[in-house]
Structure formats: C-alpha cells, structure tokens
C-alpha cells in the first residue's frame, strides 16, 4: 500500500534562503506523486508532479522536486523564498488501484520570516 | 482558480442534524473526488464517483453518503452529525477516472456545534 511521509510538521526559513521541505514515499509499484500548496482559507493547489520520465521537475512558482527512487524521496526545493510562499504543503502519491485516489503527507507548514 | 467549486463556503449546524455539500466539477470532468481535513486525520479521501457511478470508497463513515448527478454535479450528504465531524471537505474532480491530476476546489467547512 501507498503512504506519504513529511518530515517536519513546521519549517521556518528566512526571506531568500532555501526553502527545502521533504517527503518520503512507500509504493510498491511505480509512484506518481505530487506537491500540494494550500493558502490560508483557500483549497489546494498543484505546484507540481512527477509520472514518469525526467526525474527533476520544475512546478509553478519556482518551486521543483526531484524524484530519487534509491532514497524513496520526492523533496521539493525553492531557491530563494519569499514571504508569499508561507503556506501549508501536502506531498501526495496516487494510489495506484481503480480510483487513483491521492494519499496524502501529514503536510509541513511553511513560515517564512522577513 | 481550479474551475472547481464548492458550496456552501461555510456551514454550522448541531449535533443530530443533517448536510449537504454541493460540488460542480470542471467542465469536461467526469471524475469527483471526495476529501476530508481534519485536525486528527489529516487529508483523507472519502469516495470518487465517475460519469455517475461510484468507482471508490475510503474512510468514508456509514452516516455519509454522496451522488454524482446528470449534469455530473456531486453531492455529498452528512447526517446524524457529531462534534468529530466538524473539517474541512474538498471536492475535486479530473478529466477521467485514470487521469491523476485532480483539480480541488476552496472547500466547505463544516462546524458541528
């Protein structure tokens, strides 16, 4: 069975440091997974995934992960962040039976400070 | 915007009574998606419908059920409410049922007094 692992349920950064949140995955057969980007008050939204092909993907907002099979991760990384990109983030794999619901990570919030 | 919407945006009500969350997919979707957020459980999926029918189950508990209708509008209907009920409950719908991007709308959440 598929399941999602966030470490870290708070992540603080400053204004233009890295931003690196991670997530580890457990699939028995090739995964997708996805990054989720929940605002305040607002639903979730795709920044990026990953199927199959380039492992390193880049998403909206310069955001990008990359998928290591050996380490079973799919950390998404930001560069520079920036006061916008406090949120809440959800790593999610799609769980591969005839629904391909999406299970999801505990979701790690992000605070970025000035 | 997902193209996604849900309503109500909010909902109070009290213990015993009954729901309904109203969800209208993107148009050309086939497929609904139910979730729930809660403090406790986190992010987890109650059922998907696709064309019409059921096409999966989750945790999804006996008082809740849902339809997907004609025009492929979901409805998702919480009865007999409990203070545990209270969350945060996304739509979200896909082209397909194999399609695995699935766009979420801003959700309804429901506060059980």
């Known amino acids: 069975a598929q399941s999602v692992t966030q470490l870290g349920s708070h992540v603080s950064v400053s204004e233009g440091a890295l931003v690196l949140l991670r997530c580890n995955y457990s699939?028995?057969?090739?995964?997708?997974l996805f990054w989720y980007v929940q605002y305040p008050n607002q639903g979730l939204q795709l920044l990026l995934k990953y199927t199959t092909g380039a492992t390193l993907v880049k998403g909206i907002n310069g955001f990008e992960a990359e998928f290591k099979k050996s380490e079973t991760s799919f950390h998404l990384t930001k560069p520079s962040a920036h006061m916008s990109d406090a949120a809440e983030y959800f790593c999610a794999v799609t769980m591969m039976d005839s629904s391909y619901k999406l299970i999801f990570g505990s979701g790690t919030r992000l605070l970025v400070r000035p | 915007d997902s193209g996604v919407t849900q309503t109500p945006k909010h909902l109070i009500t009290a213990t015993g009574q009954r729901v309904t969350l109203r969800c209208s997919p993107r148009s050309g979707d086939l497929s609904v998606y139910w979730y729930q957020q809660s403090l406790d459980q986190g992010l987890q999926f109650l059922i998907q419908y696709y064309n019409g029918e059921e096409r999966a189950k989750g945790n999804i508990l006996e008082r809740f059920s849902a339809q997907q209708f004609p025009d492929l509008h979901s409805e998702l209907n919480l009865s007999s409410l409990e203070l545990g009920d209270s969350a945060l409950y996304f739509c979200a719908s896909s082209v397909n049922y194999r399609a695995y991007e699935q766009y979420f709308g801003p959700g309804t959440r429901l506060t059980v007094t």
């Open positions: 699939s028995s057969v090739p995964p997708y």
